[in-house]
Protein backbone atom coordinates (compact mmCIF):
# COMPACT_ATOMS: atom_id res chain seq x y z
CA UNK A 1 0.00 0.00 0.00
CA UNK A 2 1.16 3.70 -0.43
CA UNK A 3 1.64 5.01 2.57
CA UNK A 4 1.49 8.73 1.20
CA UNK A 5 -1.61 8.42 -0.50
CA UNK A 6 -3.18 6.43 2.61
CA UNK A 7 -2.19 9.51 5.00
CA UNK A 8 -3.33 12.54 1.58
CA UNK A 9 -6.70 10.01 1.81
CA UNK A 10 -7.25 10.16 5.70
CA UNK A 11 -6.43 13.80 6.12
CA UNK A 12 -8.86 14.88 3.39
CA UNK A 13 -11.79 12.42 5.29
CA UNK A 14 -11.25 13.68 8.58
CA UNK A 15 -11.90 17.18 6.74
CA UNK A 16 -14.63 16.36 5.43
CA UNK A 17 -16.37 14.30 8.35
CA UNK A 18 -16.06 17.94 9.94
CA UNK A 19 -14.25 17.06 13.47
CA UNK A 20 -16.71 14.30 13.54
CA UNK A 21 -14.35 11.91 15.27
CA UNK A 22 -16.43 9.19 16.19
CA UNK A 23 -17.53 8.57 11.97
CA UNK A 24 -13.54 8.82 11.49
CA UNK A 25 -12.21 5.76 13.59
CA UNK A 26 -15.17 3.65 12.37
CA UNK A 27 -14.25 4.60 8.85
CA UNK A 28 -10.29 3.31 9.89
CA UNK A 29 -12.00 0.28 11.82
CA UNK A 30 -13.73 -0.24 8.41
CA UNK A 31 -10.79 0.54 6.47
CA UNK A 32 -8.88 -2.28 8.63
CA UNK A 33 -11.61 -4.66 8.94
CA UNK A 34 -11.81 -4.61 5.11
CA UNK A 35 -8.28 -4.98 4.44
CA UNK A 36 -8.46 -8.58 6.58
CA UNK A 37 -10.97 -9.87 4.79
CA UNK A 38 -9.34 -8.69 1.23
CA UNK A 39 -6.75 -10.89 2.45
CA UNK A 40 -8.93 -13.88 2.89
CA UNK A 41 -10.90 -13.81 0.17
CA UNK A 42 -8.00 -12.36 -2.73
CA UNK A 43 -8.97 -9.22 -2.90
CA UNK A 44 -6.49 -6.46 -3.64
CA UNK A 45 -5.40 -5.28 -0.37
CA UNK A 46 -5.43 -1.10 -1.07
CA UNK A 47 -8.51 -0.68 -2.97
CA UNK A 48 -10.36 -3.53 0.42
CA UNK A 49 -8.78 -0.29 2.52
CA UNK A 50 -9.26 2.73 0.78
CA UNK A 51 -12.99 1.65 0.09
CA UNK A 52 -13.02 0.86 3.41
CA UNK A 53 -11.67 4.43 4.81
CA UNK A 54 -14.08 6.18 2.86
CA UNK A 55 -17.28 4.45 2.40
CA UNK A 56 -19.35 6.92 4.83
CA UNK A 57 -17.21 10.07 3.52
CA UNK A 58 -20.53 11.68 2.29
CA UNK A 59 -22.26 10.63 5.77
CA UNK A 60 -21.52 14.26 8.06
CA UNK A 61 -23.35 15.90 4.80
CA UNK A 62 -27.09 17.44 6.15
CA UNK A 63 -29.60 15.40 4.63
CA UNK A 64 -31.22 18.40 2.42
CA UNK A 65 -27.91 18.80 0.91
CA UNK A 66 -27.02 15.71 0.48
CA UNK A 67 -29.84 15.62 -2.13
CA UNK A 68 -29.77 18.37 -3.42
CA UNK A 69 -26.06 17.46 -4.46
CA UNK A 70 -27.66 14.53 -5.93
CA UNK A 71 -29.70 16.62 -7.90
CA UNK A 72 -27.32 18.65 -8.94
CA UNK A 73 -24.58 16.32 -9.84
CA UNK A 74 -27.44 14.27 -11.41
CA UNK A 75 -27.08 11.46 -9.18
CA UNK A 76 -30.09 9.09 -9.65
CA UNK A 77 -31.92 8.54 -6.49
CA UNK A 78 -35.33 6.30 -5.98
CA UNK A 79 -38.40 7.71 -4.11
CA UNK A 80 -37.72 5.13 -1.30
CA UNK A 81 -34.30 6.89 -0.71
CA UNK A 82 -35.79 10.69 -1.04
CA UNK A 83 -38.17 9.56 1.43
CA UNK A 84 -35.67 8.24 4.04
CA UNK A 85 -32.65 10.46 3.31
CA UNK A 86 -30.62 8.73 5.77
CA UNK A 87 -29.50 5.86 2.87
CA UNK A 88 -28.47 8.75 0.48
CA UNK A 89 -24.32 8.77 2.06
CA UNK A 90 -23.60 5.34 0.06
CA UNK A 91 -25.01 6.81 -3.66
CA UNK A 92 -23.74 10.44 -3.16
CA UNK A 93 -20.49 9.19 -1.50
CA UNK A 94 -20.02 6.91 -4.29
CA UNK A 95 -19.70 9.97 -7.13
CA UNK A 96 -17.82 12.44 -4.21
CA UNK A 97 -15.00 9.39 -4.69
CA UNK A 98 -14.11 11.18 -7.73
CA UNK A 99 -15.15 14.09 -7.52
CA UNK A 100 -13.71 15.07 -4.02
CA UNK A 101 -10.92 12.46 -3.51
CA UNK A 102 -9.32 12.06 -7.28
CA UNK A 103 -10.31 8.09 -7.41
CA UNK A 104 -11.70 6.78 -10.36
CA UNK A 105 -12.46 3.12 -9.81
CA UNK A 106 -15.50 1.48 -10.56
CA UNK A 107 -15.05 -1.28 -8.47
CA UNK A 108 -14.21 1.27 -5.60
CA UNK A 109 -17.33 3.51 -6.28
CA UNK A 110 -19.86 0.17 -6.55
CA UNK A 111 -18.52 -1.14 -3.03
CA UNK A 112 -19.31 2.40 -1.23
CA UNK A 113 -22.78 2.94 -3.63
CA UNK A 114 -24.39 -0.29 -1.62
CA UNK A 115 -22.69 -0.24 1.92
CA UNK A 116 -25.89 0.19 3.91
CA UNK A 117 -28.64 -1.77 1.91
CA UNK A 118 -26.64 -4.71 -0.08
CA UNK A 119 -27.77 -5.39 -3.66
CA UNK A 120 -28.71 -8.90 -4.88
CA UNK A 121 -25.34 -10.62 -6.54
CA UNK A 122 -22.75 -8.22 -5.19
CA UNK A 123 -18.79 -8.96 -5.84
CA UNK A 124 -16.08 -9.82 -3.54
CA UNK A 125 -15.11 -6.20 -2.62
CA UNK A 126 -19.08 -5.11 -2.36
CA UNK A 127 -19.43 -8.14 0.09
CA UNK A 128 -16.27 -6.76 1.65
CA UNK A 129 -17.43 -3.42 2.23
CA UNK A 130 -20.96 -4.57 3.51
CA UNK A 131 -19.29 -7.18 6.21
CA UNK A 132 -16.84 -4.90 7.42
CA UNK A 133 -19.21 -2.01 7.85
CA UNK A 134 -21.52 -4.43 10.06
CA UNK A 135 -18.46 -6.23 11.96
CA UNK A 136 -15.75 -3.74 12.91
CA UNK A 137 -14.85 -3.61 16.24
CA UNK A 138 -16.45 -0.80 17.62
CA UNK A 139 -20.34 -2.05 16.46
CA UNK A 140 -21.37 -4.37 19.49
CA UNK A 141 -25.71 -3.89 19.27
CA UNK A 142 -26.47 -6.27 16.53
CA UNK A 143 -28.08 -9.58 17.43
CA UNK A 144 -25.80 -12.67 16.62
CA UNK A 145 -22.91 -10.35 15.91
CA UNK A 146 -19.90 -12.61 17.30
CA UNK A 147 -21.50 -15.58 15.42
CA UNK A 148 -21.20 -13.42 12.13
CA UNK A 149 -17.27 -12.19 13.01
CA UNK A 150 -16.70 -15.96 12.82
CA UNK A 151 -18.89 -16.50 9.73
CA UNK A 152 -17.29 -13.40 8.24
CA UNK A 153 -13.75 -15.28 7.93
CA UNK A 154 -15.59 -18.82 6.59
CA UNK A 155 -18.13 -17.89 3.60
CA UNK A 156 -18.32 -14.53 2.50
CA UNK A 157 -22.18 -15.56 0.59
CA UNK A 158 -23.46 -17.04 4.04
CA UNK A 159 -22.58 -13.68 5.72
CA UNK A 160 -23.56 -11.21 3.67
CA UNK A 161 -27.22 -13.29 4.12
CA UNK A 162 -27.23 -13.34 7.67
CA UNK A 163 -26.61 -9.87 7.78
CA UNK A 164 -29.71 -8.77 5.75
CA UNK A 165 -31.86 -11.46 7.38
CA UNK A 166 -30.77 -9.44 10.74
CA UNK A 167 -30.94 -5.81 9.36
CA UNK A 168 -34.45 -6.75 8.10
CA UNK A 169 -35.75 -7.93 11.12
CA UNK A 170 -34.30 -5.17 13.25
CA UNK A 171 -36.28 -2.84 10.52
CA UNK A 172 -38.85 -4.64 10.98
CA UNK A 173 -39.30 -5.05 14.80
CA UNK A 174 -38.21 -1.41 15.23
CA UNK A 175 -41.50 -0.53 12.19
CA UNK A 176 -38.63 0.94 10.10
CA UNK A 177 -39.46 1.21 6.42
CA UNK A 178 -37.10 -1.38 4.35
CA UNK A 179 -35.76 -0.35 0.77
CA UNK A 180 -36.69 -2.31 -2.44
CA UNK A 181 -33.39 -3.25 -3.15
CA UNK A 182 -32.59 -4.72 0.25
CA UNK A 183 -35.39 -7.11 0.25
CA UNK A 184 -34.00 -8.37 -3.61
CA UNK A 185 -30.88 -8.88 -2.18
CA UNK A 186 -31.69 -11.26 0.99
CA UNK A 187 -34.17 -13.04 -2.02
CA UNK A 188 -30.94 -13.21 -4.28
CA UNK A 189 -28.93 -15.13 -1.17
CA UNK A 190 -31.71 -17.36 0.08
CA UNK A 191 -31.90 -18.56 -3.04
CA UNK A 192 -28.08 -18.48 -4.42
CA UNK A 193 -26.19 -19.34 -1.62
O1 LIG B 1 -23.38 4.68 7.89
P1 LIG B 1 -23.28 3.67 9.01
O2 LIG B 1 -24.04 4.10 10.23
O3 LIG B 1 -21.88 3.28 9.34
O4 LIG B 1 -23.95 2.30 8.50
P2 LIG B 1 -24.96 2.07 7.30
O5 LIG B 1 -24.66 2.96 6.16
O6 LIG B 1 -24.95 0.58 7.03
O7 LIG B 1 -26.33 2.47 7.90
C1 LIG B 1 -26.83 1.63 8.92
C2 LIG B 1 -28.27 1.94 9.15
O8 LIG B 1 -29.00 1.80 7.93
C3 LIG B 1 -28.86 0.94 10.14
O9 LIG B 1 -29.56 1.69 11.12
C4 LIG B 1 -29.81 0.13 9.34
C5 LIG B 1 -30.15 1.07 8.21
N1 LIG B 1 -30.61 0.35 7.02
C6 LIG B 1 -29.97 -0.60 6.33
N2 LIG B 1 -30.76 -1.08 5.34
C7 LIG B 1 -31.91 -0.37 5.43
C8 LIG B 1 -31.81 0.54 6.48
N3 LIG B 1 -32.79 1.38 6.83
C9 LIG B 1 -33.92 1.32 6.14
N4 LIG B 1 -34.91 2.13 6.46
N5 LIG B 1 -34.12 0.46 5.11
C10 LIG B 1 -33.15 -0.40 4.73
O10 LIG B 1 -33.36 -1.19 3.81
FE1 LIG C 1 -22.89 4.18 5.91
FE1 LIG D 1 -20.30 2.93 8.01
Redesign the pocket.
Known amino acids: MNHEKILELSAKLQQVLKGENK?YV?SVA?ANTSMCLASRYDVDLEKAYIAGLL??NA?CIDYEKQIRMCREMSVALTD?ELK?P??V??KLGAHLLKKDFGIDDRSMSEAIKW????KPCMNKLESII?IA??IEPMRHRASNIDMIRTLAFTDINTTVKQILSD??K??EDNN????????KAYEYYINND
Open positions: RHVHDKFNYLHGHTTGFDYTIMLRPIDPVAF
